[in-house]
């Protein structure tokens, strides 16, 4: 169980969150347009852990606006989304019903809601959780234990994630944090930032606006940093088999350093004169 000290973190994130979507999604132009002509926000990491989705259950975890929910609907997979944050999930109800993608939105701690769909015999066929989710994983041990609750026998856990090691820098690349802090939160004053408005249009899968200027966000928020060891030893210790491991040399859709160069396919690479890091990892492992 979630402690209360932990419950009023996971809350003041919410708000955080709250604030933030509304001027994440004020860069994003028309959404409905963009899943209407078939658009996706996908990318071909996830797309390749995944697999075929057709008429798979899918439980998409810490969905925010559900952009990428309802491009996995369209894949043909039943989509569930759940989310922390009112403003995230009534967006994406909406966006569901407005562009006629079938899914299904909760607004719940990710904690609260697996605990209540454990499911000994059956199950989702998949459960995914992608792009700063894993860093607002308060307990991981726990997490890891009430995914595999969800999983029917032999369905899969795909994550897609940031790599931990870019974490340790700065925007400006100086290594200022420790590379993990198991259970410890780490607090940020100046909130959830405006980094889809700070990205700009290089790195928006649809079209981009210029919308809200100058968000700051008034709710401050903290995150959880695990390494990748600590995220594997979780998968495992729950009994799940893990069948793929990969890191990747790029970091799609998210310039963490200032200085970074954005090539196809908004593929973030590390700064010119510099070798090649661990962006991002990617897993698929198996109840
Ligand atoms: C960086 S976003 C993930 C974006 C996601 N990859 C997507 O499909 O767009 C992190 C999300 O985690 C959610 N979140 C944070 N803490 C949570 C919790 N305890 N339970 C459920 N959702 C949570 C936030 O509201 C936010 O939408």
């Not at 609907?73 to 569930?80: P, S």
């Not at 922390?84 to 967006?91: L, M, S």
């Not at 856990?157 to 931990?164: G, N, Q, R, T």
Request: aromatic share 10%; with cysteine.
């Amino acid at each position: 169980m979630i402690s209360t000290s932990l419950r009023g973190i996971h809350e003041a994130n919410r708000a955080s969150w709250n604030a933030a979507v509304i001027a994440h999604n004020s860069h994003k132009g028309d959404q409905i347009r963009f899943f209407r002509g078939g658009g996706s926000t996908l990318f071909a990491e996830e797309r390749d852990l995944l697999g075929g989705l057709d008429g798979l259950r899918l439980l998409h975890l810490q969905c925010n606006c559900g952009q990428d929910s309802l491009s996995l609907a369209q894949l043909g997979a039943a989509v569930t989304g759940v989310d922390i944050a009112d403003q995230a999930i009534d967006f994406a109800r909406n966006l569901a019903v407005r562009t006629g993608i079938p899914a299904e939105f909760h607004r719940a701690d990710v904690y609260d809601w697996l605990t209540e769909h454990q499911r000994p015999t059956e199950g989702f066929d998949v459960v995914f959780s992608s792009y700063g989710a894993i860093r607002y994983l308060s307990s991981l041990g726990l997490w890891a234990r009430l995914v595999r609750g969800v999983l029917a026998p032999g369905g899969k856990l795909v994550l897609v994630e940031f790599h931990p090691f870019l974490e340790m820098f700065d925007d400006a690349g100086n290594l200022c944090n420790p590379y993990s802090e198991p259970g410890q939160p780490r607090f940020c004053p100046h909130g959830v930032a405006d980094y889809v408005g700070r990205a700009g249009p290089e790195l928006a899968a649809g079209d981009f606006h210029e919308g809200i200027r100058g968000f700051a966000n008034p709710y401050p928020h903290h995150t959880f940093h695990w390494g990748l060891g600590e995220i594997t030893d979780a998968v495992l210790a729950a009994g799940m088999r893990i069948e793929v491991l990969r890191e990747y040399p790029y970091a799609n859709g998210r310039r963490h350093l200032s200085s970074a160069r954005t090539i196809e396919g908004r593929r973030v690479l590390p700064p010119p004169g510099l070798p090649t890091l661990p962006m991002m990892f990617g897993m698929r492992a198996i109840r």
